[in-house]
């Protein structure tokens, strides 16, 4: 539990920076813009809007320079070469930031604005976490059903604590968001990493709202991806496991083996059939290859990790961040050759 300000003591006054990754969000874009602004001008703080255009094909980029022109004093916007997904721009944003705290949002307004003074509330208290947990209320049975189980079973595999409804949508104190950006690797799965770094900790709950305008980016596909990422982000236990599935698989296998004999002893010499024999031999290359695939994911992360390239390419940015520059050019160009 954070040190509580005395009472009567006078809060410092903090900068807020609100990080907003988009991706193709057009349609919505403007009305985040003013919804947001008309909220934190209310709550008389300073605060900078952070966006990061993650190489949308649509107008959004247009927006952000035209947002960017009308509000010079408070927008920051990096863009992308190319889209290089939501955890890069989240990168990208916290890294231009430049507040006491930073709350990261979507641009769809699916994460309610009027919770950051929530947040700050809590700020001021002391934590360095501030997390807004959506309750699961008006999905789909089935999705929550999924959702439930795969949780139960990722938070017996990895290291760090993963709560189902826990998003991306949160509060960092400065403190926080320099741990993070500290952190170099190319494989960022930021629901452990936020969770990887600790520092006190809040959680509240809210209802989560419908998308307000465009699309949804995730498919089936990308979630399973994103599953999959979360079992083996944290740790080598999958590794493990495949050990201790070849060590009962070649136990049976000797288990059999002992049985086949004493039946043949006892009763004679049988013929087998071969439906046994296809069964294991279909049965044990499937789990070879699930063993295979699972260390080459691991190889895969190791091959990424050692190229060392930079986690996203700025196009164009009226912040700090380095722009994509013709040395930087030569050295992307040497490591794809
Ligand atoms: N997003 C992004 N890069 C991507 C995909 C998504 O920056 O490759 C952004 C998107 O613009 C939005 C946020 O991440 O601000 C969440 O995306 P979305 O609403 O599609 O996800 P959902 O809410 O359906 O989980
Ligand atoms: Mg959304």
């Not at 990080?19 to 605060?47: H, K, M, Q």
């Not at 795969?150 to 926080?176: H, M, P």
């Not at 950006?181 to 452990?192: I, M």
């Not at 990493?193 to 520092?199: A, E, H, R, T, Y």
Request: some cysteine; overall charge neutral; aromatic content about 10%.
């Amino acid at each position: 539990m954070p040190a509580v300000p005395a009472p009567g003591t006078e809060a410092p006054s903090t900068k807020l920076s609100v990080v907003v990754p988009c991706f193709n969000e057009e349609a919505v874009l403007w009305r985040f813009d003013s919804t947001i602004r008309e909220l934190l001008g209310a709550l008389c703080i300073e605060y900078e809007l952070c966006y990061v255009d993650d190489g949308s094909s649509d107008a959004t980029l247009n927006h952000l320079r035209t947002i960017a022109q009308q509000h010079v004093e408070t927008t920051r916007y990096v863009s992308f070469s190319r889209n290089f997904g939501k955890e890069s721009a989240m990168l990208a944003g916290l890294k231009e930031a430049t507040g006491d705290a930073v709350i990261i949002m979507d641009a769809d307004l699916q994460h309610p604005p009027e919770l950051i003074e929530r947040m700050l509330d809590l700020h001021q208290l002391g934590y360095d976490q501030v997390i807004a947990r959506r309750t699961r209320e008006g999905d789909k049975p089935l999705r929550t059903a999924l959702s439930r189980l795969y949780y139960r079973a990722v938070n017996k595999w990895v290291d760090v604590e993963l709560t189902d409804g826990v998003g991306d949508f949160r509060l960092l104190s400065r403190t926080a968001v320099d741990a993070l950006t500290s952190l170099p690797e190319y494989n960022r799965f930021s629901k452990g990493l936020f969770s990887w770094i600790g520092f006190d900790t809040v959680t509240f709950d809210y209802r989560n709202a419908a998308r307000q305008a465009g699309e949804t980016k995730w498919r089936f596909r990308s979630l399973i991806n994103y599953g999959i990422d979360g079992m083996i982000s944290f740790n080598n236990r999958p590794l493990r496991l495949a050990i201790y599935t070849g060590l009962s698989l070649a136990g049976l296998a000797v288990l059999y083996v002992l049985w086949l004999v004493g039946a043949a002893i006892v009763t004679g010499i049988t013929v087998p059939g071969y439906v046994t024999l296809v069964a294991i031999v279909v049965g044990m290359g499937g789990v070879q290859m699930l063993m295979l695939g699972l260390i080459g994911e691991y190889i895969g992360r190791i091959y990424y990790e050692s190229k060392q390239r930079p986690h996203f390419l700025v196009k164009e940015t009226n912040g700090h961040l380095p722009r994509h520059s013709p040395a930087m050019a030569m050295r992307v160009r040497s490591e794809v050759r």
